[in-house]
């Protein structure tokens, strides 16, 4: 820091010297008092009016800004710093109260991608295990631009962001997922499932396994549109993440079926095909690929028992857990011997110490009793 700025180094330097023993405790006078305080505060921010600052920005019409030389990128750098602040619960619901709340929801419609997206993103993080922001970004419509950008949006990573905040925000939150649902949220998922980007498709697979997790009546409408097709396909992917959130919802729609239903999709035993090309595969990895491919080994596992009705090969051949899985080693104790009990210490360190009371000794002797003998009683 240039010029009069707070000398961090001097205010560390004066923070040891005053905790390392070498002087005794004093009181501060009133000189070294206001100088602590002015280097604490010279470089904090106030979040509230930074926040309100940015909100002032999010209000201002965009040819405004832009006619004062504010950029596209500058916006997305003023959005990044929203969330870093909105990291904080109370920061996130106090956007609202500060009129920042509309604002935001309103850069989702935004003619740039970048702010569409980084928009999303700052949303993910208000609502994310928030309960009150979920339910103010509903109450203010907020759904409604999120589902339109994930299903419509032309740009893929604009759909992705709005996918994850439209997962925070219907978390543990029934109307958010009546209102996902009302809104054909479903076959959204399935548009997110036939797209060719990998992450785009995690984020969809595990938000529905997510709601059939929650919801198992939704099983016939996974059904009616054509899920269980599209999960077969991609539990074959090349992306071991994609695969594995595949067999993931394929394994919840077994478990909301019955074993015909389930199958009935499945006449010319494609899924069993794959299933059986991945069991195969997985057996003849190297030792070391198979720890990589623990949560895939269990998942086939599971699944090929819930859909047949017995355990897979991989249970035969005790490819399910591996040994070194059941009783992983310990990590090694690198910092226990600076935190030994110190009478343990002092034993270990004293090899010539003189014994212990001979009362310690005296093995035949009866032990001491506490309370009233046999004849008291």
Known sequence: MAGDGVKWEGLLRWSLSQADGTEPKRVLSDEERRWFMEAMTANSVDVIK???????????????????????????????????????IDMANDLHSIGGLLPLLGYLRNYNAGIRAKAAEVVTTIVQNNPKSQQLVMEASGLDPLLSNLSSDPDVTVRSKALGAISSLIRNNKTG???????????????????????????????????????????????????????????????????????????????????????????EDKL???????????????????????????????????????????REKGLVVLPEEENPPQPPDVAGKF???????????????????????????????????????
């Open 339 to 377: 935190f030994e009990p110190p009478l343990r210490a002092w034993a270990a360190n004293n090899p010539t110490r003189q014994p212990l009371p001979a009362v310690a000794e005296k093995k035949n002797e009866s032990p001491l009793l506490l309370g009233p003998g046999p004849s008291e009683l």
């Open 272 to 314: 069993k095909q794959i299933l059986q090309n991945r069991i195969d595969g997985i057996s003849s990895m190297e030792a070391e690929d198979l720890g990589a491919a623990r949560e895939e080994r269990q998942l086939l596992d599971s699944l090929w028992s819930a859909c047949y009705n017995e355990p897979s090969s991989l």
């Open 50 to 88: 930074r926040m309100k600052e940015i909100t002032e920005v999010m209000k201002t019409p965009q040819d405004v800004l832009e006619a004062h030389g504010v950029t596209s990128a500058d916006i997305e750098g003023m959005l990044e710093e929203l969330q870093e602040h909105v990291e904080s």
């Open 177 to 267: 997922v009546n209102a996902f649902k009302l809104a054909n949220g479903y076959a959204a998922l399935r548009d997110a499932l036939r797209s060719n980007d990998a992450r785009f498709q995690r984020k969809a697979l595990n938000l529905l396994q997510y709601l059939l997790q929650e919801n198992t009546s939704d099983y016939s409408t996974a059904m009616e549109l054509g899920f269980p097709r599209l999960m077969v396909h991609l539990a074959s992917s090349d992306d071991s993440g994609v695969r594995e959130a595949a067999l993931g919802s394929l394994l919840e729609l077994a478990r909301c079926s019955t074993s015909e239903g389930f199958s009935s999709f499945d006449k």
